[in-house]
C-alpha cells in the first residue's frame, strides 16, 4: 500500500497506463490477425490490404511505447515475407 501522496498518486497513474495499453496491445494483436487471416485465404491482394492498413496501427504501438519498435519490425517484416510467398 502507497504511504505518500506521490505514492498514491502514482498507483494511480499506474492503472490508467495499464488500461490503455492493454487496449493498445489489444489492437495491434487484431490487427495482425485480420493479416494472417487474408494470408490464410490466399488473397494476396486482401492480404497486401490488410498489412497496409495495419502499419500505421503496428507503428502507433511504438510511437505510444506499448510495443517494442523491433518486435513490430519483426512481425512487418514476417507478414510482408508471408504475403509475397502467395504469389
Do not use: F
Amino acid at each position: 500500500m502507497a504511504n505518500t501522496k506521490s505514492a498514491e498518486k502514482a498507483a494511480r497513474k499506474t492503472q490508467r497506463r495499464y488500461v490503455i495499453n492493454r487496449a493498445r496491445t489489444s489492437r495491434v494483436r487484431t490487427y495482425v490477425k485480420k493479416v494472417e487471416d487474408a494470408i490464410a485465404s490466399g488473397d494476396k491482394a486482401a492480404a497486401q490490404a490488410a498489412l497496409k492498413e495495419a502499419q500505421p496501427v503496428l507503428q502507433s504501438g511504438v510511437n505510444k511505447g506499448t510495443v517494442h519498435k523491433n518486435t513490430i519490425a519483426r512481425k512487418i517484416s514476417r507478414l510482408s515475407k508471408r504475403i509475397k510467398a502467395l504469389g
